[in-house]
């Protein structure tokens, strides 16, 4: 293993979640080179915002050269690049983010969507490494989708990214800020399951331990928790099945920290995919860069874009 040079290329990698902030760097043997993980501010100015960011950003390429910066972010963003999910991301919401960040390293950061980021770095480096024609679901606090066709992300009409986690779906209500009454995103993100899950419990912790436990009563037999997880996949199966069948997708990666929980959920996901249709069963996989997934597609992405734009 060679030591790492003092000037050596970093393509810096930030993946802008509700809870949590992932920064990266890659180098240019495509390793990565150091990780950093830190709370995403729930509030600030704009100017706290970007020296968040760019504090942060000088201390994961410490010792290196930055080549490009990439920004996966949860939520829309619009054609400005300004990220617009107040539910998510309030503080940075509305903020224009680049230019402040710009100045301080002359480079124009990429920034898009997180499903995208997350589908870049799994198609390059993970679970879609033999499948550019994938359909990535991302399942945290939200539902992500994103479709690459030969690699690329499918785009809007305007060149924005399609939210395909707000489908309408079969079921009880399940109203959901978007409008619709009975929304996919509502009743399949990582959310929902932990809810499931919680429900479970007279001393639920309301947090992920709660599907943690109940993963584990699953596995002993227990009729209520095998139930729950059941109910789930088949929520998640009702719109995947909708995409698959808007898409023709040929392969599907589930990311997101939903994902950790697929062999709990994915049978009968995998059941109620074989009763909607039957050109299934595809493959159904789970994510393989685990956390760092959507850091590292969004370190790609600032390369990509950083390359193409010399
Ligand atoms: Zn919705």
Same mark, same amino acid.
């Given at each position: 293993?060679?030591?790492?040079?003092?000037?050596?290329?970093?393509? +810096?990698?930030?993946?802008?979640?509700?809870?949590?902030?992932?920064?990266?760097?890659?180098?240019?043997?495509?390793?990565?080179?150091?990780?950093?993980?830190?709370?995403?501010?729930?509030?600030?100015?704009?100017?706290?915002?970007?020296?968040?960011?760019? =504090?942060?950003?000088?201390?994961?390429?410490?010792?290196?050269?930055?080549?490009?910066?990439?920004?996966?972010?949860?939520?829309?963003?619009?054609?400005?690049?300004?990220?617009?999910?107040?539910?998510?991301?309030?503080?940075?919401?509305?903020?224009?983010?680049?230019?402040?960040?710009?100045?301080?390293?002359? &480079?124009?950061?990429?920034?898009?969507?997180?499903?995208?980021?997350?589908?870049?770095?799994?198609?390059?480096?993970?679970?879609?490494?033999?499948?550019?024609?994938? $359909?990535?679901?991302?399942? #945290?606090?939200?539902?992500?989708?994103?479709?690459?066709?030969?690699? =690329?992300?499918?785009?809007?009409?305007?060149?924005?990214?399609?939210?395909?986690? &707000?489908?309408?779906?079969?079921?009880?209500?399940?109203?959901?800020?978007?409008?619709?009454?009975?929304?996919?995103?509502? +009743?399949?993100?990582?959310?929902?399951?932990?809810?499931?899950?919680?429900?479970?419990?007279? /001393?639920?912790?309301?947090?992920?331990?709660?599907?943690?436990?109940?993963?584990? $009563?699953?596995?002993?037999?227990?009729?209520?928790?095998?139930?729950?997880?059941?109910?789930?996949?088949?929520?998640?199966?009702?719109?995947?099945?909708?995409?698959?069948?808007?898409?023709?997708?040929?392969?599907?990666?589930?990311? #997101?920290?939903?994902?950790?929980?697929?062999?709990?959920?994915?049978?009968?996901?995998?059941?109620?995919?074989?009763?909607?249709? /039957?050109?299934?069963?595809?493959?159904?996989? #789970?994510?393989?860069?685990?956390?760092?997934?959507?850091?590292?597609?969004?370190?790609?992405?600032?390369?990509?874009?950083?390359?193409?734009?010399?």
């Amino acid at each position: 293993m060679s030591p790492a040079t003092p000037l050596e290329n970093l393509a +810096v990698g930030i993946d802008l979640g509700g809870t949590a902030t992932r920064f990266v760097a890659v180098d240019s043997r495509e390793q990565v080179r150091a990780r950093r993980i830190v709370g995403t501010p729930r509030s600030g100015n704009p100017e706290q915002l970007r020296r968040f960011i760019n =504090q942060n950003v000088r201390t994961i390429a410490e010792g290196g050269q930055i080549l490009s910066i990439g920004i996966g972010a949860s939520g829309p963003i619009d054609a400005d690049g300004v990220i617009q999910n107040p539910d998510t991301l309030p503080a940075f919401t509305g903020v224009d983010l680049l230019p402040g960040i710009e100045r301080e390293f002359h &480079h124009r950061p990429a920034i898009d969507n997180d499903a995208v980021t997350a589908a870049l770095g799994e198609a390059r480096f993970g679970a879609g490494r033999s499948n550019p024609n994938m $359909l990535m679901v991302t399942l #945290g606090t939200g539902i992500g989708v994103c479709l690459l066709q030969h690699g =690329q992300p499918f785009r809007a009409a305007d060149g924005s990214h399609p939210e395909a986690g &707000h489908l309408s779906i079969s079921g009880p209500d399940a109203p959901c800020y978007c409008g619709r009454s009975t929304c996919w995103e509502q +009743v399949a993100s990582r959310r929902a399951l932990q809810d499931a899950a919680s429900s479970l419990f007279d /001393d639920a912790r309301d947090s992920s331990e709660d599907i943690d436990r109940a993963s584990q $009563l699953a596995s002993t037999g227990d009729s209520a928790a095998i139930e729950m997880f059941a109910n789930y996949g088949r929520r998640l199966a009702d719109g995947l099945s909708n995409l698959i069948a808007a898409y023709g997708a040929n392969f599907v990666v589930i990311g #997101g920290s939903g994902s950790n929980y697929l062999p709990s959920y994915g049978p009968a996901l995998r059941e109620h995919l074989l009763e909607i249709q /039957d050109c299934f069963p595809i493959p159904i996989v #789970g994510a393989q860069l685990g956390e760092d997934g959507g850091a590292i597609g969004a370190a790609l992405l600032g390369r990509d874009a950083t390359v193409a734009g010399h």
